[in-house]
């Protein structure tokens, strides 16, 4: 079935520099993406969301890209610190369940000082 | 902003019984609940969307006589794992959605998870 993934499962990234985390889609009709990020024995916690509609967002340190004609998505991480070692997971509506969300794989992130 | 929380945090009980895991929107009514479970280093899965008073709609897959789900009210969902075995421990998550106030409308705010042991 269709499904959301990622391309890569772990990065490790030096105390400010800036992150990158990737992840493709294969459902051509999805029209909404977010990013979260969860903790370990925590609930994922809300990044930043895009629209189908828009090809970029920017928040506070974090920009998510989005490129359709690939059905690709990414969210860059500004000045990455310690506090933002996690997994990262990009999720798409899922329509059918009526706005329930169909997660990619995760990638953890490990900031290094 | 909306906050959701689980009780308990974590569980610990003995193949064959039956347990019971609330989710509560704090300060907002949810139409809209959903259950996911997440086994370790794997991501998220659905296993329900659940409307307040209706029937709760599962996924492929999922056993609905086996994971109880009630959403008696609009700040309240239960899920009851019946006859628990090992092989359902794991970490079950819910989300509430919370209907557009200025918010788009796919809005979603998770719990903080449970940790389900069966022995």
């Known amino acids: 079935g269709e499904s959301v993934g990622l391309h890569l499962p772990t990065l490790s990234v030096q105390e400010g520099d800036n992150s990158i985390i990737n992840c493709a889609y294969s459902n051509s009709a999805s029209d909404y993406f977010i990013w979260y990020k969860q903790e370990s024995g925590k609930g994922p916690q809300f990044i930043i969301d895009?629209?189908?509609?828009?090809d970029k967002r920017q928040g506070q340190r974090v920009t998510v890209l989005l490129n359709k004609t690939v059905k690709h998505l990414s969210l860059q991480i500004a000045a990455t610190q310690p506090g933002d070692s996690a997994v990262y997971f990009c999720a798409e509506i899922y329509s059918n369940s009526g706005y329930a969300l169909n997660f990619g794989k995760g990638t953890s992130l490990l900031v290094t000082p | 902003g909306a906050v959701v929380s689980q009780h308990p945090s974590r569980v610990i009980c003995k193949s064959g019984t039956s347990v019971k895991i609330e989710c509560r929107s704090l300060?907002?009514?949810?139409?809209?609940m959903f259950w996911y479970r997440q086994f370790p280093k794997q991501s998220l899965m659905l296993m329900a969307t659940?409307?307040?008073?209706?029937?709760?709609?599962?996924e492929q897959g999922v056993e609905k006589d086996k994971f109880l789900i009630n959403h008696a009210s609009l700040t309240l969902s239960t899920l009851t794992v019946t006859s628990a075995h090992p092989e359902d421990s794991s970490f079950y998550i819910c989300?509430?959605?919370?209907?557009?106030?200025?918010?788009?409308?796919?809005?979603?705010?998770f719990g903080p998870g449970t940790r389900l042991l069966v022995l």
């Open positions: 895009i629209r189908s509609n828009m």
């Open positions: 300060d907002f009514q949810a139409t809209t």
């Open positions: 659940s409307n307040e008073g209706s029937k709760a709609t599962y």
């Open positions: 989300s509430a959605r919370d209907p557009p106030t200025g918010a788009i409308q796919e809005t979603q705010y």
